[in-house]
């Protein structure tokens, strides 16, 4: 079934019950998503993106409830990303005719990905009038990718920014008002860590920017999970506060251990945490999600992070893990590194050193432990644990708290 967003506009996308990883297993999507097109009725016909290789059948089934496919005179491609071109080709079989619309950028993307000889960029400020409405182009760029746009569509004060303020959340539901809050933060936290956190200052200009418009939004349909139509300002409230590095009293304890001596440490140091009275999630590898534990890091001020020393270094799923927090680039966070090791060790100053990398503030813990920690040694990484937590909770009181902007 298709459903109104607004006054002639229909989400006639799909719903993917099954997808568990995006990106080649670099972002686990436990809750499926959602691939949406929206398509706008007026004198002329507008679609605005479609849907990934497999589901382009539920799409086309939706737009003939709603119009016949051969009217479509417009499809307009916000991200040349397979999951929302991918059946452009297919559009274009129903209707021939149709121009199709991208960024600047979109021209490399879309053109590489297809032989589309109908397209044509347009630029921020663009204007396409399809009738009583209008829609306005802003591009976008590395939000997330340099071709990615948004569409305003007058006078419905309806953004469709594609995969910003987007959630992989495959639901009966459209609407964010309608759905698990719980849920819904949860998967658009982990998008935001995942997808977005390395391009958080582009993410800061581009609200800045939307702000300056004045443009009055009362919808933000993305093009993954439920639109935001109730107090849209809430997700973009959260887009800046997660932009600028604002985090909260919370320490995440990741670590991957050989023979329990490195959990043992990064026991002790929750317990020291903890003393402090500040909020504490140990996460041990592989066992933890790597794309649950990002979206935990997202608001979390402090990281401790452990592993065992293995081949004179740290272990893979750790590695792995320094790797993310590397392309990431978290902003405003503070760190420090912990681990075991028998004959040789090697893993601590590694991991203090990825951690410098990944643009924390590095603290020495001094907890490379040879063997099993001691009882000494685990009261060390107590009193650690607790130093750590108070530094957190006065890096917290001291961060100045975002701006306002972008009123939706
Ligand atoms: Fe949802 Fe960047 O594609």
């Known amino acids: 079934m298709p459903v109104q967003v607004a006054d002639n506009v229909f989400w006639v996308g799909a719903i993917d019950w099954n997808r568990r990883d995006f990106h080649g297993y670099t972002y686990t999507t436990p809750r499926g998503t959602t691939y949406n097109a ?36 417009y499809l307009i491609a916000n991200h040349g990303e397979i999951d929302h071109s991918g059946a452009i080709p297919e559009v274009l079989e129903h209707a021939p005719q149709a121009e199709v619309l991208c960024s600047r950028k979109g021209l490399e993307s879309l053109g590489k990905y297809f032989d589309l000889p109908g397209l044509r960029s347009v630029a921020t400020g663009d204007m396409l009038t399809l009738g009583n409405k209008t ?27 594609n995969d910003a303020f987007g959630q992989h959340l495959a639901t009966s539901q459209r609407f964010a008002d ?19 956190t390395p391009f958080s200052r582009m993410v800061l200009r581009k609200l800045d920017e939307v ?8 919808t933000i349909a993305p093009s993954h999970g439920v639109i935001w139509r109730q107090d849209p300002g809430r997700i973009v409230e959260a887009y800046r506060r997660w932009a600028s590095g604002q985090a909260r009293e919370r320490v995440l304890i990741v670590y991957e251990t050989m023979w329990g001596s490195t959990e043992q440490l990064a026991e002790a140091l929750a ?33 401790l992070l452990g592993s065992s020393t293995h081949n004179q270094g740290m272990l893979l799923n750790i590695a792995a893990f320094v790797e993310d927090l590397k392309g990431l680039r ?62 957190v909770r006065r890096s917290v009181m001291e961060a100045v708290p975002p701006h306002h902007g972008f009123e939706a």
Not at 56 to 73: A, F, H, K, T
Not at 211 to 218: K, P, T
Not at 275 to 286: A, C, D, N, Q
Request: overall charge negative.
């Open 330 to 391: 978290f902003t405003g966070k503070i760190g420090a590194a912990f681990g075991s090791h028998g004959w040789a060790g090697g893993a601590v100053p590694d991991l203090e050193e990825a951690l410098r990398e990944a643009g924390f503030d590095v603290m020495t813990a001094d907890l490379a432990v040879r063997w099993a920690p001691s009882a000494e040694e685990l009261a060390k990484a107590r009193e650690f644990g607790a130093h750590f937590a108070r530094e």
């Open 135 to 161: 829609l306005r182009f802003i591009e976008a760029p590395m939000l997330h990718w340099p071709d990615s746009m948004f569409t305003y569509v007058e006078p419905d004060r309806l953004l469709l920014p």
């Open 211 to 218: 702000a300056r418009m004045q443009i009055e939004i009362a």
């Open 38 to 73: 929206y398509l706008i009725l007026d004198d002329e016909v507008a679609l605005v993106d479609t849907v990934a290789p497999g589901f382009e059948e539920e799409m086309l089934e939706r737009i003939s409830e709603v119009v016949d496919p051969g009217r479509i005179r």
């Open 271 to 303: 317990e020291g945490v903890m003393s402090e009275g500040v909020e504490v999630l140990v996460r041990g590898l592989p066992m933890a999600d790597r794309t649950d534990v990002l979206g935990e890091l997202l608001e979390a001020k402090g990281l």
């Open 178 to 196: 309608e759905v698990n809050s719980g849920q819904l933060w949860d998967e658009a936290a982990r998008y935001y860590a995942n997808i977005l």
